[in-house]
């Protein structure tokens, strides 16, 4: 199984040319471990074109199958599956096919539902494809730094298609600014936009009730194909990407500004109607749209597709905006359940032109008020209802047009409702 010999060293000065360098502030905070814990040790692997091996891994994976087991982490892979010196018994065999084998063995014995993570943070390749459901970008840590989020965030045509991007955990009392919730708030969102996986780094018991709150306003995470796109991949002032764009649709989008400065404002801006190679939106010139901020539960107003939209944002702050295009009925903006604005909890809504109704399904939480910002776009409201929950309409304070539905369900799931206007 070792090369079929009693041992092949690895040739490991020729490993050890490979470095990670994930920052001074992360070799700092831990004493110099990337100096590498492994520099004084033989490092050995196994052959994985060795016919009694591969078999006996085999043998292995279906024990697991069968025990329930749904995931592996890989660990150092890096150092003992990639023999790049060759001595497979294989004769014909190649590295990257040799390493591939790892994988598609366990994603063979475990099912093709399992989850494979692939720590590979030497070489981070494409071997792995297909086979991987999240690949490690970043050594041990439970902060976020703009180096993390810009790494994951370049990565969006593949990040949620083909695999998820690790950045390991995250410690809601390891952010900034602490003074504030910006510091947690900017963690989370950056999480969930640019990672798509998310590993806790403290228990729940642990969270504050305010860092629960927060916690849960970013789950679950969507599963679609689809991640942001950095819109400043080719215009960042410093290689760290600050803007990033999930098109819903042609009319809607979730806009996220990302200030990594936690000591100062920063005021970022976009080019909405620009070309997507210009790092724009590409709205609709003619247009308008609605903005809505989630964390700062605030209208941020009505702009045209050929403005340039500019926010100032408070030091280490995640600003997540609704951008939609205004209709000629009411339509709804945002929710307060979670920060993609109804992408996740809003099954449906429509209107419905004859009975003058704005229709919705909405996901609720069982006793936890859920709140939907409507424009009404020059209609009146009249009454609201909902299935088993109650409603009240209420007015936005210096917002004409805009209504806040509050619907509180006792028993939670799937919750229709509507809002009906005077004809």
């Not at 490993?15 to 520099?39: F, N, Q, S």
């Not at 043998?59 to 010196?85: K, Q």
């Not at 600003?319 to 000629?328: A, E, H, N, V, Y």
């Amino acid at each position: 199984m070792l090369f079929n010999t009693v041992r092949k060293v690895m040739n490991q000065p020729e490993r050890l040319r490979y470095k990670v360098i994930p920052g001074p502030e992360y070799e700092d905070a831990v004493g110099g471990y990337y100096r590498h814990w492994w520099t004084d040790k033989m490092v050995w692997g196994y052959d994985l074109t060795d016919p009694g091996f591969v078999q006996h891994m085999q043998d292995v994976y279906r024990n697991l199958h069968d025990a329930g087991i749904a995931g592996i982490m890989y660990d150092y892979p890096d150092l003992t599956g990639w023999a790049y010196e060759g001595g497979f018994e294989d004769k014909n065999a190649t590295t990257a096919h040799a390493y591939r084998e790892i994988y598609r063995l366990a994603y063979e014995g475990l099912g093709d539902k399992c989850y494979l993570d692939e720590r590979n943070l030497l070489r981070g390749s494409d071997i792995t494809l297909g086979l991987v459901a999240s690949q490690r970008v970043w050594a041990d840590t439970d902060i976020i730094t703009p180096e993390m989020v810009t790494r994951c965030g370049l990565r969006w045509y593949k990040n949620r298609v083909v695999v998820n991007y690790d950045m390991d955990a995250k410690d809601p009392v390891n952010v900034a600014p602490l003074e504030n919730r910006d510091g947690n708030k900017a963690m989370l969102t950056m999480c969930y936009v640019t990672s798509g996986r998310f590993l806790m780094g403290r228990g729940f018991a642990q969270l504050s009730p305010e860092e629960m709150r927060d916690f849960s306003r970013t789950f679950p995470y969507h599963t679609s194909p689809q991640s942001a796109r950095p819109l400043d991949a080719f215009h960042s002032r410093d290689n760290f990407c600050r803007v990033y764009d999930f098109a819903v649709t042609p009319d809607w989008h979730q806009l996220t500004f990302y200030n990594p400065d936690t000591q100062k404002p920063d005021t970022l801006s976009i080019a909405l109607g620009a070309s997507l190679n210009e790092g724009g939106m590409e709205l609709a010139p003619q247009a308008s749209y609605h903005v809505y901020d989630f964390w700062n539960d605030c209208y941020m107003g009505l702009i045209q597709g050929t403005d340039v939209l500019s926010q100032t944002l408070r030091p280490g702050e995640a600003r997540m905006l609704s951008i939609r295009k205004k209709q000629t009925v009411p339509q709804y903006l945002s929710t307060n359940r979670h920060l993609m604005q109804g992408y996740i909890d809003m099954k449906s809504c429509t209107w419905d032109k004859s009975q003058h109704k704005l229709k919705g399904c909405s996901l609720v939480v069982a006793n936890e008020p859920y709140e939907i910002i409507v424009a009404t776009n020059g209609m009146t409201p009249d009454k609201a209802e909902a299935e088993g929950a109650d409603i009240t309409i209420n007015p936005i304070p210096g917002h004409k047009d805009l209504i806040k539905l509050i619907l509180t369900s006792s028993r939670g799931g799937e919750t229709t409702w509507n809002l009906s206007f005077n004809s």
